[in-house]
């Protein structure tokens, strides 16, 4: 499974958070048909851009619970004050990337950012 997390400031366009998307997979040689779902913060239910990026690539956007976020704050690779403040997570991306993508799950590398947009992906081997 293949997951792409996305953190945003409220607000945000598609076209950012495809920027971020497409910068990440670009990162580490992937394209958008290889990516499972996108995920995010429960946070950002009301954000219609994600709602718009998830239709526009048909994918599920999966809004993490709390208990599998919080699961992540030892395995986050980024850290940023100004994400801890707002959102109790040092990379709302990373967090939300290995959250739903599931306990065994890794980042193939830190988040991306681009603009108001951020991107991390997480990969997990599927489950027999």
Same mark, same amino acid.
């Given at each position: 499974?293949?997951? /792409?997390? !996305? ?9 950012? !958070? %495809? $920027?971020?998307? &497409? ?7 992937? =394209?958008?048909?290889?990516? &499972? ?11 219609? $851009?994600? =709602?718009?990026? /998830? ?5 599920? %956007?999966?809004? @993490? &619970? ?9 395995? !986050? ?12 997570? *040092? ?9 739903? /993508? *599931?306990? $065994? /799950? ?10 108001? @947009? ?11």
């Amino acid at each position: 499974m293949m997951v /792409a997390g !996305i953190g945003c400031r409220k607000g945000v366009s598609s076209a950012e !958070i %495809l $920027a971020a998307l &497409d910068a990440a997979l670009s990162a580490h040689g992937l =394209a958008r048909t290889q990516i &499972d779902a996108l995920a995010s913060l429960p946070q950002k239910r009301g954000e219609p $851009a994600l =709602a718009d990026v /998830a239709s526009l690539l048909q994918r599920p %956007l999966i809004l @993490a &619970d709390e208990t599998a976020l919080e699961a992540t704050k030892k395995t !986050i690779l980024t850290r940023s004050k100004a994400s801890l403040a707002a959102t109790g997570h *040092g990379s709302v991306a990373e967090a939300a990337a290995l959250a739903v /993508a *599931g306990p $065994a /799950a890794r980042l193939l590398g830190p988040r991306i950012a681009a603009g108001p @947009a951020t991107c991390a992906i997480a990969y997990a081997e599927a489950q027999p």
